[in-house]
């Protein structure tokens, strides 16, 4: 750019962005359709902003555009005042901008997206209130082609479905034409499906998407949609990638394979590595190229690298007061330095209030809670924070420069997304252009099922959503909990197995989990939140008496076993200053509850009780991944893993007569573990070895949950009911005309 500041094409008649409209013949700044105060030098550093958006005007091109060679002023203190009125009147600040950003000792850079408007443009509609500006985002290019390709050729489309909404006009627009809003679903090229939450990324522009894409054999691949094309083409070079990025400049996608972080530039050209790590799950790359991270199903917390530093480094730290074991799907905010996260708590209620929402940044391990009981979060201008509750996308105004949640939720849509709920995850996607998609819930729905030890069916017990299946001693009933599938509220069930006869156990209005039995059968101890924490409780089966609390404290606390000779029970719960671990309380009364873990194992939880009492098989990560232990009972003996290879987050189980043990590999095979009922000082195991593969549908991203029949010989199991097609993705042009108001 020469000192002149020579415009690189003639001025337009208007220059459109967000909200605002610079006409530059009556020299008007105009915010949806209303005229701003604004003096003649601010709005003549916004034009030149505006006509070379992206790049850099030095302080000196402002000198020479708005002061003659000849005029004599206090150039510093006079364009620093007039960037100050032009950042009051675009309701911009400096520290997080939206529209001006100051490159110190250089000049400014405007960084939105401008749109040339002819004179027939219309001018932009009313949106809802942001938090602090009333501000439509401009609308991607690809709509209005997309609208004449996709109505035309909709008919001759497989799985390609367009429907229009029309955004709802103040009075004083009553006269202008609406702009209709383009919404369509995508679903897969036949033979081919998506991954149930589907993985996938729109551009920072809005104008493609990339989509994870499995073919008839299970192998996968990363797929892009240009949105003003329908046809969806495969990446070549993505085969095994998952967990799409996009570049902060929407012209790179960074993704996952078992091999490291990947890069593909657009056009697509070949995929380069960008770091030989470990990762699992969402990854989030800001402009300096900064790379955040986590490893799902992993206790760890999120970590940074970048091309040049492939060393990851923690940049969050867990919380112990609210149980904290694990941060995952990182997301940054605008700013690069700031950004969402989900911190997972040991709750005991297996749905969302597994998961928290955190703001945290790459300068500092502080973070802070933003919204309870909810999902991964993305930002969307002009200043609304997206995540899921119970299922449910929501959008909800939120502050860049403070950091705070400023307004209540929105609604964004009927349907319930795809999500994971003990992992804290919705599949969704948001760019800076009001592009939403994302997936709607799959049917989850369940049958319990018998199975022998080869893993043939030999009877069944009933259909819904479950967990937390436990056997009477006598194996003659069950208790689990059921969810209701639109809340996600759970109720402890009593199942008659000799009858075939269900019956509700509980009924609060809160969540009931992790029932267990008590030595003869007559009574249950389970976890529940009824006050804001998750707390234990008993109740007798007949119900005489009512529910008794247990055990009530400032953490929570998720019920594991009743021990045999009936004087204790073994919970996990969060450990003070580091993670969580297992307790024992006796309930007699009149003690503190007794650390059975050691302190340096601080991810201990589903613990079991032998049928003898001497040993304790749990679920540990103290290694970095779940794995099976057992120790002692009582005492400070060491502990010892039974499991190789590692297993899922489910709570082994024993044989009635103590010579098995079992679990569930990270295969999702049943494996049997031998013992010998020998008194000797450590415990008498064998080899580990698989007896059947559990039914498992190839999209599940859940873990599975079993019971045994207190002779080892039969298993009850969850089995999806059939194999399910794709959910399509859904892809709507501006997400603002969707909110329930």
């Known amino acids: 750019m020469t000192a002149g500041f020579q415009p690189s094409r003639p001025p337009p008649r208007v220059l459109r962005f967000g909200p605002f409209e610079a006409d530059l013949n009556t020299g008007e700044l105009r915010k949806c359709g209303l005229r701003l105060k604004l003096q003649d030098q601010p709005f003549r550093v916004l034009v030149g902003l505006l006509d070379h958006p992206g790049e850099l005007l030095t302080r000196e091109e402002l000198r020479a555009r708005l002061w003659p060679g000849d005029t004599y002023v206090d150039f510093e203190h006079s364009l620093n005042t007039a960037v100050k009125k032009l950042r009051q009147a675009l309701n911009d600040v400096s520290d997080h901008p939206c529209y001006i950003e100051t490159i110190p000792r250089y000049g400014y850079r405007f960084i939105a997206p401008v749109e040339v408007c002819g004179p027939e443009t219309a001018r932009c ?139 593909v530039a657009l056009p697509a050209s070949a995929p380069e590595t960008i770091c030989k790590v470990e990762i699992r799950g969402r990854i989030t790359v800001n402009r300096d190229g900064t790379i955040l991270f986590g490893r799902a199903g992993r206790v760890e917390p999120i970590y940074r690298i970048s091309e040049d530093d492939c060393t990851p480094k923690p940049v969050t730290r867990f919380d112990p007061s609210r149980g904290e074991y694990a941060h995952w799907w990182p997301k940054f905010l605008p700013d690069g330095r700031h950004f969402l996260y989900v911190g997972m708590g040991r709750s005991g209620v297996q749905n969302a209030n597994y998961a928290a929402l955190y703001v945290g940044s790459v300068d500092s391990p502080e973070s802070r809670l933003l919204v309870e009981n909810a999902s991964n979060g993305e930002y969307a201008s002009p200043g609304y924070l997206f995540y899921a509750r119970n299922s449910y996308l929501t959008a909800q105004p939120f502050d860049l420069g403070r950091l705070q949640i400023t307004g209540d939720p929105l609604p964004i849509i009927d349907e319930q997304l795809a999500f994971v709920t003990d992992w804290g995850l919705s599949r969704f996607t948001v760019s800076d252009t009001g592009v939403l998609a994302y997936q709607t819930e799959v049917d989850r729905t369940v049958q319990l099922l018998w199975l022998n030890r080869e893993g043939k069916q030999i009877g069944s017990l009933g259909t819904g959503l479950f967990d937390a299946m436990r056997l009477s001693n006598k194996g003659d009933k ?103 671990g297992l307790y024992l309380l006796h309930l007699s009364g009149g003690t503190e509850p007794i650390a059975v873990t050691p302190l340096s194992d601080v991810h201990a939880l589903a613990a079991r009780y032998s049928p003898d009492g001497r040993w304790v098989a749990y679920l540990s990560y103290v290694s970095g991944k779940p794995e099976i232990y057992i120790r002692p009972s009582l005492g400070t003996g060491r502990s010892w893993q039974i499991s190789s290879g590692a297993a899922v987050d489910q709570a082994p189980e024993w044989r009635k007569d103590g010579k098995e043990l079992f679990y569930v590999s990270a295969d999702w095979k049943i494996m049997a573990v031998p013992l010998s009922k020998a008194s000797t000082p450590t415990p008498p195991y064998g080899t580990p070895h698989p007896l059947f593969s559990l039914p498992r549908n190839q999209n599940s991203p859940f873990d599975p949950t079993f019971a045994v029949a207190p002779d080892g010989k039969k298993f009850l199991v969850e089995a999806r009911i059939e194999q399910r097609t794709s959910r399509p993705v859904e892809i709507v042009s501006d997400w603002m005309a969707m909110v329930k108001k």
């Open 125 to 263: 509609a009313e949106t809802l209130p942001a938090p602090a500006a009333t501000v439509k985002r401009r609308r991607p290019q690809w709509v209005a082609a997309a609208t004449i390709v996709l109505i035309g050729t909709a008919s001759v489309l497989a799985g390609v479905s367009v429907r229009h909404y029309r955004r709802a006009v103040s009075p004083r627009e009553t006269a202008l034409p609406s702009v209709p809003v383009v919404r369509f679903s995508l679903s897969p090229p036949e033979t081919y499906s998506f991954r149930d939450p589907v993985q996938m990324a729109l551009s920072p522009d809005g104008r493609n998407l990339v989509v994870q894409v499995r073919d008839a054999a299970g192998k996968e691949q990363l797929w892009l949609r240009a949105l003003d094309n329908p046809v969806l083409q495969p990446l070549a070079g993505t085969e095994g990638g998952g967990e799409p990025a996009w570049s902060a400049d929407s012209k790179s996608i960074f993704f996952v394979t078992s091999g490291g972080l990947k890069r």
């Open 478 to 580: 069950l208790a689990v909990v059921k969810f209701e599938p639109k809340t996600h509220k759970g109720d402890v069930w009593i199942v008659d197995l000799s009858r075939g006869t269900w019956e509700p156990f509980t009924f609060s209005a809160a969540t009931d989990v992790s029932p267990t039995w008590s030595p003869d059968d007559s009574q249950i101890v389970f976890s529940a939140n009824r006050t804001g924490m998750v707390d234990l409780y008993r109740k007798r089966l007949d119900g005489a008496g009512g529910e008794e609390i247990l055990l009530q404290t400032g953490f929570n606390k998720m019920l594991d076993d009743w021990s045999p000779e009936g004087r204790s029970i073994l919970y996990t719960s969060a450990v003070p200053k580091s993670g969580f």
